[in-house]
Structure formats: C-alpha cells, structure tokens
C-alpha cells in the first residue's frame, strides 16, 4: 500500500489533526514545534506540507521540498508562500478560503459597533475607573448610515448583509463580481471609488497584492467626509498606516477598527496612543468554530492531494479565477474527481480523454478538461501530476486531451460527461451539482443511476437475473463490509449496474468471491 507523507508545519486544530493519523495512506509528521532550519530536512521526502502564517514558504523552503506536489495554506492569506515560485517547481497551492468567513464578519460587526457605541472606552471608564457618567458616551446609529464595502466575496458579501439587517444602505466597489451579485440584494454596485469614499463607513475583504496595498491612502482620506469611520480586518497594510494615524489623530476619521498591522505582533504601534480606535490582535479568524474548520478542512485538501483526487482552492491554477463565476470551480473539482475514479474503473493503458459540457458549464469545458485530466492521469503515471504540468504530460505520453460544448442539457441545468478511452475500452460519466451542492453522478456506461460521488465504492454489473442483490450484499457482510448505498439502474440490454457506496476498503478476496458469482459481467472498486 503507497503511504504519503504530510508534514503539518505549524498548529491546527486536533480534530485536523486526527483525520490524519486515522488515514492509513497517511504518514503523518507534526513538525510545529521544529526549529524552522530542521524543518527543512522533515520537508525534503514529504508529499505535502500544511502551513500557516508561522512558516514562510519562500526559495529556501521550496529548494529543500524536493518531492511537495502541493502546500495546503491553512488559512486565507497566502502573504507569506511564494507562489509564482512554487508554480516553477510544479507545486500546487492551496488555502482554505471559507472556514474562518463566518469569525471575520462578525469581527467586522464587532469593529463597526464598538467604533459606532464607543464600547471599549465606555466599558473602560465604569468597569476599570469605576466612573458612572453616561453623558459622556453618546455614541451613533448604524440604521441609515452609508456603508462602503470594499471587496465583495465570502466575508465582504456576509458584512454587507448584516449591516443591511441593521437598516444601513449598502454601497459595494468591487471590479471582479458581476454587479447582479450586489444588486439582487438591494444593494448599490458602483465601479467609481469616489462613491465608496462618499460613505460614513468604509470596510474592506480584499486579499493584500499590489493592487490593494496603500489603497486608502493620504488623498482617498482627503476625498471623505469628515468624522468617517473606517475599519479594516483584511490585512496590515491595505489601508496606508501613516495616513490613518494621521487622519485619526485630526479628526478627520472620527473613529477606526483594526485587527492587522503590517509588522506582527504591533504591541508598540502609534495607532495604540490614539483614543479613537478599537484595536484587535489579528483575531478574524479566532473563534473556536472556525479553528476547528480550518483544521478539518487543511487536513481533507491535504489528503485528497496526497492522494491526487483533488486539489481544491488551488491558487495557481489555469485559469484566472477571478474571471469565471462561482458555480464553476465546484464543477472543476467534481471533473478532477471522475477523471480519477473513471481511472480506476479501466485500469489500462489510457489513450484519450474526452470532456463535454451541456448547460451554462459548457463554456468552461476546456478549463474542466484540464482538471479532469489531472485526476484521470494520476492513476497511472508515475509523474507528479498537477493543474501546471498535465497537458504536457498528457502530450508527452500520447494521450489526446478532447473538450466539447454541447449546448442546453434537456433534464439538469448543468451536465458534464467524462469519457476515457484505454487500450481495453471506453469508460463514460456524466455527473451534475445538484442544489444541496453535493456532486451526483447520473449515468455511468449508458445506465442511469444517481448515486453520490464520494467514498469507497463498489461497481457491480451483471446479467439482470433474480437473486444477485441478495447475493452481493450477503458476500459483503460476510466480509465485514458494511453498505452505506446501494443504487441500482438497468439497460435495455438485460444488463443491471449495481453501484454500492460502503463504509470501510473492500480487500481483493472479497472482489475475487464478488466476481466468482454466475451472473457478474464485471466487478470494479474505486476509492475517493
């Protein structure tokens, strides 16, 4: 059996943690409490790498990461990994975009309250000074403020919604979204930036790149209206330091939330001399929900590209993510997922893959044909295969990449279908997303069947003859294997398709005694 190892390089929660020693592919080391020289020489045979602020994926590190297919940033901010560097190499990245959404808006609604209420301060004055002097805190409303949101995504979107639930009017600046995103939710989308400086209160959720650093500055806090409240649990840096300090301590910025500095830990930072700004050490993701998420989460990519099955939330993929629609990349990962279990159900030399896409996902079949190269192509190559490297792999071992548009699909609004050709045949997958975004196979080798993609799973075809249900579920518990589904489709053939999700690896015996029945065409076994 192939071990993979994965080097967890800074802290995540123990639930992560677990995942990993339970995965018996897994050879897991704990390397956060390595001196960072030796950690150098822990990474050098490693798969995979989890990471977090704590360790800078930088030439030094991907130097001695001779065998890394991908690093799993546990966490949002990809500040601290090098990833044109890691591209060269053919090193997948990857966060973890999501878990800690949830923590960071509410933080953001921490922020803008406490800067509205003057919480901390009056908090301060009764329970430290022991000082009862209510005339002193006369604070403002949320309900009929302007508020400018800079950066539309997982938290910006979430912040936007909740000040909406506080009767505030929602203005968005964000030139990557679909201005429908923000209208459909009575808000106002605006691509003139002026709009969003016009507004009593500014929030940012961009990431930190060269376009957002210093984007308030000297001149945009000059353009506000006086006594503008500004808060940012983005990243340091995005609002110019300098300039807020001084347009705090003027009063042109009445009031200030912030959770990042540029320099960490900020223990001595001027803004801290100020009395109008509520601070946070960089807790946007400290809660103990998203802990947990973040761990879970790091953990799953990490396996799931240790085993080449996914690598989800790639950062340097193929294609600019800003320029497709959210409903995409999961279709993107679930080709990556049927190329791989289409793989291992025709396990012979592969000659060609073919991609098409019915529905709106039809334009993006050429991006899902690269996707679903990888996952078919790590079966069996023996090369690291990845999102940087497949088509020129594919090219160098013969095999023929084909996308195809189809046009509307009759029945789901967004279909794609799979089809490999080996030197023993052809494999064909169609698969949907359906609304409760769990990935759907719907028709596998012309029987439509509707089971889960996901899981260790059994593929039994046989002649359609009373009694081989009977048969095949009292072969597996005999074997220990527990059925967690069971789905079964027929063709006009007199053929049936039983496809069995269980609950723990089927070993070879068990296929073998499967497969010994009289009326079995064929047994399969795929793990994903």
């Known amino acids: 059996m192939q071990k993979y190892k994965i080097v967890v390089c800074d802290h995540i929660h123990e639930a992560g943690l677990e995942m990993l020693r339970n ?8 390397a956060a409490d390595e001196d960072k020289v030796k950690l150098l020489d822990i990474i050098e045979d490693a798969d995979i790498a989890i990471t977090r602020s704590s360790t800078d994926v930088d030439e030094k590190f991907i130097s001695h990461a001779k065998k890394m297919k991908a690093i799993v940033r546990a966490g949002v901010g990809v500040d601290n990994v090098d990833i044109p560097g890691c591209s060269k190499e053919g090193i997948i990245v990857m966060n973890v975009p999501t878990a800690n959404t949830i923590a960071a808006v509410e933080l953001t609604m921490t922020h803008m309250l406490s800067c509205m209420r003057m919480f901390p301060y009056s908090h301060n004055h009764l329970k430290n000074d022991r000082v009862w002097k209510r005339e002193k805190w006369y604070g403002y409303e949320l ?22 639930a506080f009767e ?28 969003i400086l016009a507004c009593d209160i500014i929030t940012i959720h961009t990431p930190k790149n060269q376009e957002t650093i210093n984007i308030i500055g000297e001149e945009e806090i000059a353009k506000m209206k006086d006594g503008v409240v500004l808060i940012n649990c983005a990243r340091g840096g995005i609002y110019n330091e300098e300039a807020l300090y001084n347009g705090l301590k003027s009063k042109k910025i009445r009031f200030a939330g912030i959770d990042v500095f540029i320099k960490e830990p900020a223990t001595d930072h001027p803004l801290l001399d100020l009395d109008n700004i ?30 080449s099955i996914a690598f989800p939330h790639a950062m340097n993929l193929p294609i600019d993510e800003s320029k497709i629609p959210s ?18 159900m025709n396990k012979s030399q592969l000659l060609s893959i073919k991609v098409s896409g019915k529905g709106d996902i039809a334009e993006y079949v050429d991006s899902l044909s690269t996707f679903v190269a990888v996952g078919a192509m790590s079966q069996n190559s023996g090369d690291t295969i990845n999102y940087v490297n497949a088509e020129f792999v594919a090219e160098e071992k013969g095999i023929k990449i084909e996308s195809e548009s189809l046009g509307e699909s009759s029945v789901y609004k967004n279909l794609i279908t799979v089809k490999l050709t080996t030197s023993e045949g052809t494999t064909t997958i169609s698969a949907t997303i359906f609304d409760d975004s769990v990935y759907r196979i719907v028709e596998i080798d012309g029987f439509d069947i ?42 006009n053939k007199s053929q049936a398709l039983a ?30």
């Open 450 to 491: 509707e089971v889960a993609l996901k899981g260790d799973m059994v593929l039994f075809k046989n002649t359609d003859v009373p009694g081989v249900i009977g048969n095949v579920g009292s072969i597996l518990g005999k074997n220990s294997v527990n059925i967690a589904d069971f789905s079964l489709a027929r063709n």
């Open 143 to 164: 309900k009929g403020k302007k508020l400018g949101v800079i950066g539309f995504g997982n938290i910006g979107s979430r912040v936007a919604l909740r000040a909406k």
């Open 23 to 30: 995965d018996e592919n897994i050879d897991f080391v704990m």
């Open 327 to 344: 409903f995409v990349k999961p279709f993107l990962e679930m080709g990556q997922k049927i190329g791989f279990l289409a793989s291992q």
């Open 168 to 195: 505030m009017d929602v203005i968005a600046f964000d030139p990557y979204i679909n201005p429908s995103k923000v209208t459909d939710l009575d808000m106002t989308y605006t691509k003139n930036f002026d709009d």
């Open 499 to 528: 496809v069995i999700l269980v609950d723990n690896a089927v070993n070879e015996a068990t296929l073998k005694e499967l497969s010994s029945l009289d009326a079995c065409l064929s047994v399969k076994y795929a793990r994903l």
């Open 278 to 307: 509520t601070v946070s050490a960089h807790l946007g993701a400290n809660t103990y929900e998203s802990q947990y998420n973040i761990g879970v989460q790091a953990a799953q990519q990490a396996i799931e590209a240790a085993k």
